[in-house]
């Protein structure tokens, strides 16, 4: 079997970054196109070039892969220009895409085949939903329906994971005292990690599979509950889980999913983020490695990083402030069963 090409539209953050190392695990050579902010990992061909700028894909003027993954969430132009230069010298194109395309909310058990939001190909950056849509419609026109694969992914978790979930949640929980844990303790999640998202995502390209596959995990691959006691169990942490019903959070005019991450009331808003079908893609290979490996992982790259958690420039930070967490704690903690 000759070795693979695979050029990443991106490879130093997250999921490219994940994809990147992978690739490289099974031999093949990695080319990776990126603004150079941040290093590659060692042993990919770097080439430099920002998508949104005048000649900024000048670097792909010339070559030929096998695979191209692409993880832009931006403007959906880039991603038809990007396409369009590469239609005739790749075999098939990889859109890392999110299930947020679909109309919100979508109903517990929505697969690929519900409503997605209007967008287009040749649009500038709107909002996200959009954005990922028009990038999906970018690269299906360019490359063809055969030869574009969709992965809408959920909530992605993991090494690298520069939107700061579960970095916060283990920095949060390393520093000790009590720990205002949202409920109910059992309440179901899904998501993936980055690194079985990129592996699915390469066999999938590799196997020549095409159109949309929601990616993450089963529902109730892991609970709240076994994130966070696990996340105090790897931290090594004296840190008590404070569990605190979901109508006293809210009430304390906490956001979840933004403030307390990951976690999400139960309700049409969980079930559509945390209930969604994934028969199509386990039946197509996805594995999901234990909530204990995501975790451990975590912290390991978290504690080996010498500046902290990078982040997006274009996002806002996630957590809870000190400050509101000893409020809320102080005024339920009787209530709240102390772990």
């Known amino acids: ?180 844990a949202p409920g109910p303790r059992d309440l179901p999640l899904q998501y993936v990690d980055g690194r079985d998202l990129a592996a699915w995502a390469l066999d999938a390209a590799d196997a020549g599979l095409s159109g949309p596959y929601d990616l993450v995990s089963p529902p109730g691959h892991t609970t709240m509950g076994r994130l966070l006691d696990t996340c105090v169990r790897v931290t090594g942490s004296a840190a008590r889980l404070c569990w605190t019903d979901p109508e006293t959070v809210l009430a304390a005019g906490i956001a979840p999913w933004t403030q307390l991450p990951v976690w999400l009331p139960p309700g049409e808003t969980h079930d559509a983020l945390h209930g969604s079908d994934v028969g199509k893609a386990l039946a197509a290979g996805l594995r999901c490695r234990p909530v204990t490996e995501t975790v451990e992982a975590t912290w390991a790259w978290l504690t080996g990083l010498p500046d902290g958690v990078p982040g997006r420039p274009e996002r806002s930070p996630v957590g809870l402030d000190p400050e509101t967490e000893a409020r809320v704690l102080a005024s339920v903690f009787k209530g709240a069963s102390d772990q």
């Open 1 to 180: 079997m000759s070795t693979r090409t695979l050029l990443i539209l991106g490879g130093t953050g997250f999921v490219g970054r994940a994809a990147a190392e992978e690739a490289l695990a099974r031999g093949w050579h990695v080319t990776v196109l990126n603004r150079g902010r941040a290093a590659p990992p060692p042993g990919v061909r770097a080439l430099r070039g920002d998508r949104t700028a005048d000649g900024g894909l000048a670097a792909l003027a010339e070559g030929e892969w096998d695979y191209v993954l692409d993880t832009w969430s931006d403007a959906p132009v880039a991603v038809r220009d990007a396409a369009r230069l590469l239609a005739g010298r790749a075999r098939h194109y990889t859109y890392i895409s999110s299930r947020s395309v679909y109309v919100f909310p979508m109903a517990a058990g929505a697969a690929e085949d519900a409503p997605v939001v209007d967008a287009s190909p040749d649009a500038g950056a709107t909002e996200y939903a959009a954005d990922k849509r028009g990038g999906e419609l970018a690269a299906t026109a360019e490359f063809g329906a055969d030869r574009t694969l969709l992965v809408r992914c959920g909530l992605i978790l993991g090494p690298y994971e520069d939107v700061g979930r579960l970095p916060w949640w283990l920095t949060r929980i390393a520093r000790g005292g009590r720990v205002l």
